[in-house]
């Protein structure tokens, strides 16, 4: 068992938690007994790729089902670019394939309860990921699995079937992942499916805590970062994106029916929530986004020295993302602060830019 793969993770594994809930201890049986994971009637609702296949694939095929989920997404930047490692390139891929799928499942069915269930499959596939990796499992895990069903003997506790997840099986087990992180970022896809606003800036870095900071720190273990100072700057700058990529989408996420601008925020500046349906802005919206972009500026600044803390070619890719979010606050002062006119944007020319002078960078460390 990996070292950061403990008896207690493995346990919330196979028993519900309070925090992410998981999936009824009947479906759990069905994989312990040898039987096919799930795969309801609403998994029609996505694109056919994310579905269960009847047999599981081999290695080799599911990594390469990751790569290519990873390669036809648009992104602001590549998600593993080509100054990382090759020997990293597979564990991004399956950790991108496994937040790409998550963020559908809460995004993409249109309807709350359905995306819930949905949820609930996925986190099911990632306790059948965990459970696998004890071999043999611990006395307790053996008491908790063995009250759902008892255990054959000469057989595997479990297994996972989706590609993601035998690709991402191999990331767990090589970098040493811990469980919590996959968790959070499905118990911030939950809260997406009940929670529309925000009341205080607090509550919406709450929020972050579990959609964005998460990202941050499953590149870290892939990168072998297990220390709690960089996991720590890490989430500053993983917060900053997220903030800007808010304030980015301000009228698409209201279009949505949300709005993450804080409602303490609203109050504050004299901003009702009719007037985020508003084009062009008024000026207490235009202040109110000026406060806000401020705020993202200084999570940036924060999470700043980890670039310096890392290999320096992944400080290239840190670089490259943290550039990136920076441009968005830029486009957005560029507008004046107008973001429900038309949504601010990196210009390709920039874009191109950013990407040249990290190349620059990458041929200035290669010689070194």
Same mark, same amino acid.
């Given at each position: 068992m990996?070292?950061?793969?403990?008896?207690?993770?493995?346990?919330?594994?196979?028993?519900?938690?309070?925090?992410s809930p998981?999936?009824?201890?009947?479906?759990?049986?069905?994989?312990?007994?040898?039987?096919?994971?799930? &795969?309801?009637?609403?998994?029609?609702?996505?694109?056919?790729?994310?579905?269960?296949?009847?047999?599981?694939?081999?290695?080799?095929?599911?990594?390469?089902?990751?790569?290519?989920?990873?390669?036809?997404?648009?992104?602001?930047?590549?998600?593993?670019?080509?100054?990382?490692?090759?020997?990293?390139r597979?564990?991004?891929?399956?950790?991108?394939?496994?937040?790409?799928?998550?963020?559908?499942?809460? #995004?993409e @069915?249109?309807?709350?309860?359905?995306?819930?269930?949905?949820?609930?499959?996925?986190e099911?596939?990632?306790?059948?990921?965990?459970l696998?990796?004890?071999?043999?499992?611990?006395?307790?895990?053996?008491?908790?699995v063995?009250?759902?069903?008892?255990?054959?003997?000469?057989?595997?506790?479990?297994?996972?079937?989706?590609?993601?997840?035998?690709?991402?099986?191999? @990331?767990?087990?090589?970098?040493d992942?811990?469980? &919590?992180?996959?968790? #959070?970022?499905?118990?911030?896809?939950?809260?997406?499916? +009940?929670?529309?606003?925000?009341? +205080?800036? @607090?509550?919406?870095?709450?929020?972050?805590? *579990?959609?964005?900071?998460?990202?941050?720190?499953?590149?870290?273990?892939?990168?072998?970062?297990?220390?709690?100072?960089?996991?720590?700057?890490?989430?500053? @700058?993983?917060?900053?994106?997220?903030?800007?990529?808010?304030?980015?989408?301000?009228?698409?996420?209201?279009?949505?029916?949300?709005?993450?601008?804080?409602?303490?925020?609203?109050?504050?500046?004299?901003?009702?929530?009719?007037?985020?349906?508003?084009?062009?802005?008024?000026?207490?919206? =235009?202040?109110?986004? =000026?406060?806000?972009?401020?705020?993202?500026?200084?999570?940036?600044?924060?999470?700043?020295?980890?670039?310096? &803390?890392?290999?320096?070619?992944?400080?290239?890719d840190?670089?490259?993302?943290?550039?990136?979010?920076?441009?968005?606050?830029?486009?957005?002062?560029? *507008?004046?602060?107008?973001?429900?006119?038309? =949504?601010?944007?990196?210009?390709?020319?920039?874009k191109?830019?950013?990407?040249?002078?990290?190349?620059?960078?990458?041929?200035?460390?290669?010689?070194?």
């Open positions: 990996p070292r950061s793969i403990s008896n207690g993770e493995v346990a919330a594994a196979a028993t519900p938690g309070e925090e998981q999936a009824p201890a009947s479906r759990l049986a069905r994989n312990v007994d040898g039987h096919v994971g799930p &795969q309801s009637d609403l998994w029609s609702r996505l694109p056919c790729a994310y579905r269960f296949p009847e047999c599981a694939p081999s290695l080799p095929e599911a990594h390469a089902f990751c790569e290519r989920l990873a390669r036809s997404h648009y992104e602001n930047f590549s998600v593993a670019t080509r100054f990382l490692p090759a020997r990293l597979p564990h991004f891929y399956s950790l991108y394939a496994y937040c790409r799928i998550a963020d559908d499942l809460g #995004d @069915t249109g309807d709350p309860a359905s995306s819930l269930r949905l949820l609930d499959e996925w099911q596939e990632l306790n059948t990921t965990y696998s990796l004890v071999q043999p499992p611990s006395r307790d895990i053996r008491h908790n063995e009250q759902l069903k008892a255990e054959p003997p000469n057989r595997n506790l479990a297994a996972p079937r989706h590609p993601v997840f035998i690709a991402l099986r191999e @990331t767990i087990r090589e970098c992942i811990p469980r &919590q992180p996959f968790a #959070d970022l499905l118990a911030a896809f939950r809260r997406d499916q +009940t929670a529309r606003r925000y009341e +205080t800036f @607090t509550d919406l870095l709450g929020y972050c805590r *579990c959609s964005a900071d998460p990202v941050g720190r499953l590149v870290l273990y892939a990168c072998g970062y297990h220390d709690e100072h960089r996991q720590q700057l890490s989430d500053y @700058t993983c917060t900053a994106l997220q903030l800007a990529n808010f304030w980015q989408d301000v009228k698409v996420d209201y279009a949505k029916g949300r709005i993450y601008l804080p409602q303490e925020d609203l109050q504050r500046f004299g901003v009702r929530e009719c007037d985020v349906a508003q084009s062009p802005a008024t000026p207490q919206f =235009r202040e109110l986004m =000026r406060f806000q972009v401020a705020r993202a500026w200084e999570w940036f600044a924060r999470g700043m020295p980890l670039a310096r &803390q890392v290999d320096r070619k992944l400080a290239i840190i670089e490259l993302f943290t550039r990136g979010g920076q441009e968005i606050l830029n486009a957005i002062e560029r *507008c004046g602060f107008d973001v429900l006119k038309a =949504r601010p944007a990196i210009s390709k020319p920039r191109l830019w950013l990407f040249a002078r990290a190349a620059l960078q990458a041929s200035l460390v290669r010689g070194a």
